[in-house]
């Protein structure tokens, strides 16, 4: 691993805790306390606040600007963190904000990418290999899964869910919950079946996708049952089925509702 390199104009706090190997450009400011891992790259102009806990090999392009002061009116200046997985990148003009005191932590995962302009608010929890496209922005105490893809430009309601491997297309408003594994899109936001591409990518096979979908005809077939209905059947798939299990236990959780069919 090479040496810490600092660049002449950028600006470290002396109780910053850079780990070997760190690349600080110019013009760059880490604070104090903000924690940097190994091999990471902080770019230029770029704005490492306190609270930060960045894992090895993150990349922060220019002018972003990670674990800045939440925007909520219930924050009174609590010490509260914004922790980042190993390889994510984070591009140009991203805002990532710290947690607040009611759940201490914004947490993005590991090989994630948030590209130019992406906002994600206090006590969000992200997934590990999630992709935010231009101008996304996630509102507070959102929980989006893993293996999840967002289109620009859209904007994710607070307290909202997404699950694993679901994609939803740009430029829409999300202000219910999606489901794990479904191609969501359409204003208002509707599903319009499986994730069928990025579920044949990670391993998911023609049998999978088959029962994945026949439990999703519960909820948005032909003939659907009501969701209390769907439910029930659907936990009666459970025994062997680790997709039905995940799927039931996404919706009996989701307390603002599931996108509509």
């Known amino acids: ?74 924050f009174y200046g609590e010490e509260t963190t914004l922790e980042v997985g190993d390889r994510t990148v984070i591009r140009e003009f991203a805002t990532l904000s710290r947690g607040t005191e009611e759940a201490g932590t914004t947490r993005i995962g590991s090989d994630c990418l948030l590209m130019a302009y992406v906002h994600v608010a206090h006590d969000c929890q992200i997934g590990d290999k999630v992709i935010l496209a231009n101008m996304c922005q996630v509102a507070g105490h959102v929980k989006i899964g893993y293996h999840v893809s967002i289109g620009g430009m859209v904007p994710i309601h607070q307290f909202v869910r997404i699950g694993d491997h679901a994609f939803i297309g740009g430029g829409v408003s999300v202000t219910k919950d999606v489901p794990p594994y479904v191609m969501a899109n359409d204003s208002p936001l509707r599903f319009c079946g499986l994730n069928t591409v990025g579920l044949r990518r990670r391993g998911f096979s023609a049998e999978d996708l088959l029962r994945i979908k026949r439990h999703y005809r519960l909820f948005y077939g032909k003939g659907s049952r009501i969701p209390s209905q769907a439910l029930e059947e659907l936990a009666g798939r459970i025994e062997g089925d680790e997709h039905a299990a995940r799927i039931h236990a996404f919706i009996a959780a989701a307390e603002r509702g599931i996108i509509q069919g």
């Open 1 to 74: 691993m090479p040496e810490t390199v600092i660049h002449p104009t950028a600006v470290v706090h002396p109780r910053a805790c850079l780990d070997e190997g760190v690349r600080v450009e110019a013009y760059a400011i880490i604070e104090d306390g903000a924690t940097v891992g190994a091999g990471s790259v902080i770019g230029v102009r770029a704005h490492i606040d306190r609270g930060a806990r960045l894992g090895r090999e993150v990349q922060v392009h220019h002018c972003a600007t990670v674990s800045c002061l939440p925007q909520d009116l219930k």
